[in-house]
């Protein structure tokens, strides 16, 4: 992040029903959330982060 603001980071599962959404506030530089890993299935989802200005989605695997 280049700047303070609220980002929201939500992941869904594979056939896209949002299993966990948080909204975070952020500072400038790299940002850190963890995730606990055991309230998810081992699968496939995809995590989506959602800023003022972007949207970002990537592939998240949960092994088990």
């Known amino acids: 992040s280049n700047d303070n603001q609220s980002v929201t980071i939500s992941i869904f599962d594979k056939v896209g029903q949002m299993v966990l959404s948080r909204t975070i506030s952020t500072v400038p530089g790299i940002n850190k959330m ?10 496939v989802y995809t995590i989506q982060v959602a800023g003022n200005s972007a949207v970002f989605s990537k592939l998240l695997l949960i092994n088990k």
Do not use: K, R, V, Y
């Not at 963890?34 to 699968?43: D, K, P, R, V, Y």
């Open 34 to 43: 963890t995730i606990e890993e055991q309230n998810l299935s081992a699968g």
